[in-house]
C-alpha cells in the first residue's frame, strides 16, 4: 500500500511593495509581515519521511533571503525601479504586479525546479499570508 502523506513548515519575513495600478491605498509604498506556509505531498522515502525538515528549511532559505527586508517591485514600475536603483536600495523584481497572488505564483515557479528533483514528491502547495487574515494560494504538481 503507498501511502501519500502530507508535511508542512511556516516561514515568515518582512517585506515592502506597492501596487501603482490600484485606485486604493496599495498604490502607496506599505509593508507587510509575510507568511509563508508551505505544504508538500509524496510517498515516505527510506527514513520514513516525505522530506526533512532541515531541507525544506535550506530550500525556502533561498527564496528568505533574497524577499526578506526588500522592496519587491513589478519590472514595469519604472518610477520605483529608478527610485530604488539611484538609491541603492534593496529591491526584487518581478515579471508583473506585485499581488500576493503573483508573488505565491513567483514563489512556486522558484521552488518547482528544486522539489521536482525530489522523486517521491507529488506536489506542494504555497499559502502566502500577507496581513494575520488574508492570503493566496497555489497548488503546484511535481509530476511531468
Known amino acids: 500500500m ?43 522515502d527510506e527514513n520514513g519521511m516525505v522530506l526533512d525538515y532541515y531541507c525544506l528549511s535550506s530550500i525556502m532559505a533561498r527564496v528568505i533571503n533574497d524577499l526578506d527586508h526588500c522592496f519587491v517591485v513589478d519590472k514595469n514600475d519604472s518610477i520605483m525601479l529608478k527610485f530604488l536603483q539611484e538609491n541603492d536600495f534593496k529591491h526584487y523584481i518581478l515579471e508583473n504586479s506585485t499581488s500576493a ?16 528533483k525530489y522523486k517521491n ?18 497548488s503546484t504538481s511535481l509530476i511531468d
Open 2 to 44: 503507498s501511502v501519500i502523506m502530507t508535511i508542512a513548515k511556516e516561514f515568515s519575513w518582512e517585506m515592502s511593495h506597492r501596487l501603482p495600478a490600484h485606485k486604493g491605498h496599495c498604490k502607496n509604498i506599505h509593508g507587510h509581515s509575510y507568511k509563508l506556509r508551505l505544504e508538500v505531498d509524496g510517498t515516505l
Open 101 to 116: 497572488e503573483n508573488i505565491a505564483i513567483h514563489i512556486s515557479q522558484t521552488l518547482r525546479p528544486i522539489l521536482i
Open 121 to 138: 514528491l507529488l506536489s506542494f502547495k504555497i499559502r502566502l499570508y500577507e496581513t494575520a487574515t488574508v492570503f493566496a494560494e497555489v
